[in-house]
């Protein structure tokens, strides 16, 4: 498998960004995937998941403001951000949620690079 995460950068407060995380090696439409952020200091947090069946599960804190949706196609996760606080900073990765146990490498999970979003005025 592997995990190419981007679209990050740094916005003003307020501001939106699009997160793609391109997905290949694994047959993509079977698997749910989901959005983690990792903020500095912080441990890595699940924010939005979405099935294969294109249910869609939202963390309380980005709820209303994120949407994440899916690409079988182009084999791509994607995640809408709008009014991004200075609370969304964080590095963002893509992969299965939790309760489906993240991909791995061997023995090692494997998260791709991230992508960093700043949110700062």
């Known amino acids: 498998v592997q995990l190419q995460a981007s679209g990050g950068g740094l916005v003003q407060p307020g501001g939106s960004l699009r997160l793609s995380c391109a997905v290949s090696g694994i047959a993509f439409s079977i698997y749910s995937m989901g959005w983690y952020r990792q903020a500095s200091g912080k441990q890595r947090e699940l924010v939005a998941s979405?099935?294969?069946?294109?249910?869609?599960i939202y963390a309380d804190s980005v709820k209303g403001r994120f949407t994440i949706s899916r690409d079988n196609a182009g084999n791509t996760v994607y995640l809408q951000m709008n009014n991004l606080k200075p609370e969304d900073t964080a590095v963002y990765f893509c992969?299965?949620?939790?309760?489906?146990?993240?991909?791995?490498?061997?023995?090692?999970?494997?998260w791709g690079q991230g992508t960093q979003v700043t949110v700062s005025s």
């Open positions: 992969n299965r949620p939790p309760g489906m146990g993240v991909f791995k490498r061997g023995s090692a999970d494997y």
């Open positions: 979405i099935s294969s069946a294109r249910r869609t």
